[in-house]
């Protein structure tokens, strides 16, 4: 089955630049989750789409901006990038046809800044 | 809000020992629970949830975990580890916020199960 899939696996920046990550949901899921992973620490959530708008917002800084496009995707832009901003980001997939809602993770992008 | 705790941050097991590792969360509405297993260097793996129904469920690998809404804990067992489940074990939850859309996992802190062969 597909999975969701997410785009650079790893990224090394160097701080103040910028950064942008990518995720492609299981093909039907019209909802997508940002998790941001520290090390040694449990999953944050960061921000979420449903049908492209905006569903909720976490503690996500406001150097961060994401967005879901049309065809599902969604993008996390990462800007003026900080030391702390180094972790495990993972986006998960859920579609609100079902009668339940199980979110699906990708596999991450671990980024490290420099 | 919501919030998950899980009690143990690391359990050490040999090989064939029962496991029980105990998710206490804290909300106030109809929830969603889920366990997860991240193995070293992976992403999160569903290992079973519980929406409703039959409070003790059954995931993958012989895990098993019992919703007990009284207590408010939902901790994952499995009768007889395998060095092969040595990984993180994140209990999560989620909660109706109207509609069928139940949105964000709140994650406990994470448990490292060690399995000795």
């Known amino acids: 089955a597909a999975g969701v899939i997410q785009s650079p696996r790893h990224l090394i920046k160097e701080k103040r630049e910028t950064a942008t990550l990518k995720c492609y949901p299981i093909?039907?899921?019209?909802?997508v989750y940002w998790y941001q992973q520290g090390p040694g620490q449990d999953p944050q959530f960061l921000i979420s789409?449903?049908?492209?708008?905006?569903?909720d917002k976490g503690s996500i800084p406001d150097r961060f901006s994401a967005q879901q496009f049309s065809d599902y995707h969604s993008e996390l832009n990462m800007s003026s990038l900080e030391l702390g901003d180094s972790a495990l980001y993972f986006c998960?997939?859920?579609?609100?046809?079902?009668?339940?809602?199980?979110?699906?993770f990708g596999p991450g992008t671990r980024l490290t800044v420099l | 809000a919501q919030s998950v705790s899980q009690h143990n941050h690391h359990v050490i097991l040999s090989e064939a020992a029962s496991l029980e590792l105990g998710c206490n969360y804290s909300?106030?509405?109809?929830?969603?629970l889920f366990w997860y297993v991240q193995y070293p260097g992976q992403h999160l793996q569903l290992l079973l949830k519980?929406?409703?129904?039959?409070?003790l469920v059954k995931g993958i690998k012989g895990f098993e975990a019992e919703f007990i809404k009284s207590k408010f804990s939902f901790n994952l067992r499995k009768p007889s580890v395998q060095w092969s489940d040595t990984a993180e074990y994140f209990c999560?939850?989620?909660?109706?916020?109207?509609?069928?859309?139940?949105?964000?996992?709140?994650f406990g802190q994470g448990t490292i199960l060690t399995v000795h062969p």
């Open positions: 998960a997939s859920t579609t609100l046809d079902a009668s339940t809602d199980t979110q699906y």
């Open positions: 093909p039907r899921h019209d909802t």
């Open positions: 789409f449903y049908e492209k708008m905006q569903s």
């Open positions: 909300y106030g509405g109809t929830v969603n």
């Open positions: 519980y929406f409703s129904g039959d409070p």
């Open positions: 999560a939850v989620n909660g109706a916020v109207g509609g069928t859309s139940y949105g964000k996992l709140t």
